[in-house]
T-cell receptor, first 113, second 113 residues
Framework: NAGVTQTPKFQVLKTGQSMTLQCAQD?????MYWYRQDPGMGLRLIYY???????DKGEVPNGYNVSRLNKREFSLRLESAAPSQTSVYFC????????????FGEGSRLTVL | AQKITQTQPGMFVQEKEAVTLDCTYD???????LFWYKQPSSGEMIFLIY??????QNATEGRYSLNFQKARKSANLVISASQLGDSAMYFC??????????FGAGTRLTVKP
């Protein structure tokens, strides 16, 4: 089973460039999430989509946009990348059941020069 | 929005001993879920244990147990009989009814032989 798949796994950008991180899950989960993790730190919620057709801001949404394309896919876009956005980005999905755990992708390492 | 606090940046424990990792939370929502995740140096996120706000008993999963004190808003993770493979980052997380799920800053656990 694929679970949660993120692409790309590595990316180097120059300041001001744009890019989209793609995320897809094959578990029929309703909720999807984007987190960032800076070195030695915890995960900070960027945006989430509690269900298809909805998106909500998390703790650190500035500089990002998201699209819940369908139930399977949730993309994260950086319109004008900044060095402060250098981080590891995790996509995750969650079933509706309240005791359901988050299933994580492998992470995408982004470096902005 | 809810807030998760982990006050121990790093902890050391002797192999085969028990260790408690602290987590406190703050929310006005009476219905919520509490989670613990492990992140080894390889970077993946591993689900450990779940506790629901209405659960009467503390959750247990093998060597992991959750010391849930609702009045104090604490959800400490207890690892019994520590093993060298337990050395990792540990994150506490909370999910509210709106499926907003946030993480604490983490505790780095080192198990000494």
């Amino acid at each position: 089973n694929a679970g949660v798949t993120q692409t790309p796994k590595f990316q180097v950008l120059k300041t001001g460039q744009s890019m989209t991180l793609q995320c897809a899950q094959d578990m029929n989960h309703n909720s999807m999430y984007w987190y960032r993790q800076d070195p030695g730190m915890g995960l900070r919620l960027i945006y989430y989509s509690a269900s298809e057709g909805t998106t909500d801001k998390g703790e650190v949404p500035n500089g990002y946009n998201v699209s819940r394309l369908n139930k399977r896919e949730f993309s994260l876009r950086l319109e004008s990348a900044a060095p402060s956005q250098t981080s590891v980005y995790f996509c995750a999905s969650l079933y509706t059941a309240f005791d359901g755990e988050l299933f994580f992708g492998e992470g995408s390492r982004l470096t902005v020069l | 929005a809810q807030k998760i606090t982990q006050t121990q940046p790093g902890m050391f424990v002797q192999e085969k001993e028990a260790v408690t990792l602290d987590c406190t939370y703050d929310t006005s929502d009476p219905s919520y879920g509490l989670f613990w995740y492990k992140q080894p140096s390889s970077g993946e996120m591993i689900f450990l244990i779940y506790q629901g706000s209405y659960d009467q008993q503390n959750a247990t999963e093998g060597r992991y147990s959750l010391n849930f004190q609702k009045a104090r808003k604490s959800a400490n993770l207890v690892i019994s009989a520590s093993q060298l493979g337990d050395s990792a980052m540990y994150f506490c997380a909370m999910r509210d009814r709106g499926n907003d799920m946030r993480f604490g800053a983490g505790t780095r656990l080192t198990v000494k032989p």
